[in-house]
């Protein structure tokens, strides 16, 4: 059986799952694929620390770019992380004409473009499955699988670390700091956790998404985010009362030429399939013009899973080196026609908004009449027996409209000093919505 050899670049979390991923499955991949994958590099730089697997300390090493330059070696695997070093050794491999199996969401988010040129160039492979969602082979099924569909709609809950803190946040009525901390003892945030609760994590794949769904790389700076740190448990449990859940939602829509990118927490419908995905889990949920939609779960980090993923596209571009095949497609296939990336100021959806306002007769009267100066038209209405002071909390929901009017409409109301006691509360919902 012929053997393509593989250099591993980072030996942190991910690289020893794919180095424990191909020492437990060897046989069934080489069995499955025709080929046998043969790790024949490590590079990192440390190299003494304990990984829980075992290697020959032959195949270990500093230098990276000797593993790129070493002829025996077929495949490249960047798990190194970051937009420094990892860019620079990346492009080293493409121009090497290896090709380059990565996991580097940050990466290909903001350089994307850059490379995904290059790999053109050069004819071989930029892989990314693991990039997004760790184990959920929603690469493969965008490029594959849903061939033959226009993609007007994908949803994703991409990020575990939110989506564990909110879980946390309803069913224990825990406020967010306290579970946040909870999350970082478990190991479930990181130390520094912005870019997970700042909503970045998810924007970064949301990015990668887009892209494959109408095939042309979505810059980074197109896609609105908001993150869950100031997410309060009243709006949890009142949200919960109106039949929804808070999740962090990437949500990407075409409509005739206009594309939409954006993350943001989002109520959703609590029948609705992705409101029942919990904890740290991930789920994709991608509409197709002939398939309808389909959802794509599991865990979307973790050692293992985000392993699989990776040996999923060494095991595909192994088999294409063995083959010595030509064939090369682009990392985004053009769908056809034009395509416009629309400002969050164009979208429109509907909003739960939480006002703070004067006990006494007539305030809400006045505050519908801002809405409705706005053209925007009040769906329910609810008002609490709480009180704060002189104010109470009221909760609307509306029909939709423009984020712009919505902005406009709340910045008039917030400037109504006598009756407003607090900046309002507003979150998106999203009630998805069939685009025929």
Known sequence: MKEIGVGLLGFGTVGAGVVEGLQRNG?????????????RKIADLDLERDRGVTVDRSILTTDASAVIADPSIDIIIELIGGVGIARDLVIEALKAGKPVVTANKKLLAEYGAELFALADENKVDLKFEASVAGGIPIILALRDGLVANHIPNVYGILNGTCN?????????????????????????????PSLDIDGHDAAHKACLLASLAYGFPVPLDAVYVEGIRDISGEDVDY???LGYRIKLLA?????????????????????????SVNGVFNAVMVSGDIVDDTLYYGKGAGRLPTASAVISDVAAVAQQVSTESSVHLP??????????????????????????????????????????????????LVQPSQQKDDYVPVIMTTHGAREASCNQALKSIEAMSDIVGAKTIRYRIEDFEDPS
Do not use: W
Not at 365 to 378: C, K, M, N, P
């Open 27 to 39: 046989d069934l991949i080489a069995d499955r694929c025709g080929v046998r994958i043969v790790l």
């Open 164 to 192: 564990y803190i909110l879980t946390r946040m309803e069913a224990e009525g825990l406020p967010f700091d306290e579970v946040l901390q909870e999350a970082q003892d478990a190991g479930y945030a990181e130390a520094e």
């Open 239 to 241: 949200a919960a009362g």
């Open 251 to 275: 949500i990407i829509k075409k409509r005739g030429t206009k594309v939409s990118v954006r993350v943001h927490p989002t109520l959703v419908p609590d029948g609705h399939m992705i409101a």
């Open 331 to 380: 990392a985004f296939i053009p769908e056809g026609g034009n395509h416009e990336l629309q400002n969050i100021e164009d979208v429109e959806c509907r909003y739960y908004l939480r006002f703070s306002l004067m006990d006494k007769p007539g305030v809400i009267g006045r505050v519908a009449q801002v809405l409705g100066d706005h053209g925007i038209s009040i769906a329910s």
